[in-house]
């Protein structure tokens, strides 16, 4: 290149340079701001009202609280959760609560997550007796995959529930019903009797506003006019199968997916049609078809479970019929976890030694984790005496 040209561009340079603006150049971009709005990692909360359905279930509704950071609550889909921790006598532990709101409440800034108190439970008693208007709650963004997606699902759903398992099913009428949502539901809900149908009023409300909602109410334990009896079987779920495909969910307590997974068999619906999420723990992993079958394992045993976090090692007792995760918490160890079903993969642990039980028909790890000795201790009972060692990266994706 010629002197003068290189003269010549240098000048044309410091020109451009001078002409430019002297605002300094943004260090937040508006798709990250987006991202961090949609994706917090902690959402500071605080009660504004309870509603109390009967003595066994609250609505709880949920504001940000700007105080602590969190100034509009994240946007989610129906069938989401929040986990939410909490700690208890000096043991943090976590729970996933479905967002029982439409997705436009959020919007508003409100959440309502619906509980029931499960009478022997560790974290719903505590709920019930401590959190008023004006308490402040931690919870994660919204999170879970038991959302409808037209992708993958067809646009029908049936929803199976029991109990508090309604909730996520609740959200996904509500969002058809004010048009956020495109698609069929058909809700198969069982209770015990009619006075224990949680949200059964606020439901019919809305079935009765759209005929894209259909509830289909089951009763264990009466005859009630109107109401299937019994348990949702394959002729109950036959009886209001809509015509043309569907996808089914399945939400409630793990006896009720067992049962409603064999159930199912009966419809030879490809497993990519099946999906389902826990209400609470994991139950007896005992029960599991392919749980170990050796005499040893015909009581609970009690096994030493050391875990390494962070660089501090602790050996603690772990009950087989009880989830690693579990064990943590109840020795005081601040375990990651958040879904407790073992899909979200955020309580992820290696083995470095011993064996651990795995139900096969809810194991959401990846191939290589299997591979390489990794487990989700929200779902792992210990068969033996057990080494594990909870990455810091798994400690990373914990909020708060
Ligand atoms: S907490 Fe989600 S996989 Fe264990």
Not at 137 to 145: H, K, L, Q, R
Not at 176 to 195: P, V
Not at 221 to 242: K, N
């Amino acid at each position: 290149m010629a002197q003068d040209t290189l003269e010549q561009l240098l000048i044309d340079r410091q020109r451009h340079i001078a002409a430019g603006a002297t605002t300094p150049l943004p260090t937040q971009y508006p798709v990250n701001q987006l991202a961090a709005a949609l994706h917090p990692e902690t959402q500071y909360l605080k009660i504004t009202k309870v509603v109390t359905h009967d003595a066994t279930a609250r609505s709880f509704y949920l504001a940000p609280d700007p105080t602590k950071g969190t100034q509009h609550l994240a946007y989610f889909q129906a069938g989401q959760y929040l986990s939410v921790r909490i700690t208890i006598d000096g043991s943090v532990v976590t729970r996933p609560y479905a967002i029982r709101s439409a997705p436009q409440s959020a919007l508003n800034d409100e959440y309502i997550l619906t509980i029931k108190r499960v009478p022997q439970g560790f974290v719903t008693p505590y709920i019930f007796n401590h959190w008023r208007v004006g308490t402040t709650v931690t919870a994660s963004a919204p999170m879970g995959t038991l959302t409808i997606n037209p992708l993958r699902d067809q646009s029908h759903i049936v929803a199976i529930a029991g109990g508090s398992g309604i909730t996520p099913f609740y959200a996904m009428a509500s969002a058809i019903l004010d048009g956020t949502e495109d698609a069929d539901l058909t809700i198969l809900y069982g209770s015990r009797d009619h006075h224990h149908i949680l949200l059964g009023d606020e439901l019919n409300a809305i079935s009765t506003q759209t005929d894209r909602v259909h509830l289909v109410n089951v009763l264990s334990d009466e005859d009630y006019p109107g109401y299937e009896t019994g348990f949702i079987t394959a002729d109950v779920i036959r009886r209001h199968l809509p015509a043309g495909p569907v996808s089914v969910f399945i939400c409630g307590p793990d006896a009720l997916y067992q049962f409603a997974q064999k159930e199912l068999t009966a419809f030879n619906l490809p497993a990519g049609r099946i999906r389902h999420e826990l209400s609470g723990n994991y139950g007896d992993p005992r029960q599991a078809p392919d749980y170990p079958d050796s005499p040893a394992n015909a009581s609970v045993q009690t096994f030493r479970l050391t875990v390494s976090v962070r660089g501090q090692t602790q050996t603690i007792p772990a009950r087989a019929d009880e989830s690693v995760l579990t064990a943590m918490e109840r020795a005081g160890i601040h375990a990651p976890s958040a879904c407790r079903s073992g899909e979200c993969g955020v309580c992820r642990a290696r083995v470095v030694s011993g064996q651990l039980f795995v139900p096969n028909q809810d194991d959401h790890r990846r191939l290589a984790d299997k591979t390489y000795g990794y487990v989700h201790t929200c779902l792992a009972f210990p068969l033996s005496d057990c080494e594990l060692d909870v990455p810091v990266h798994a400690l990373a994706n914990q909020f708060g």
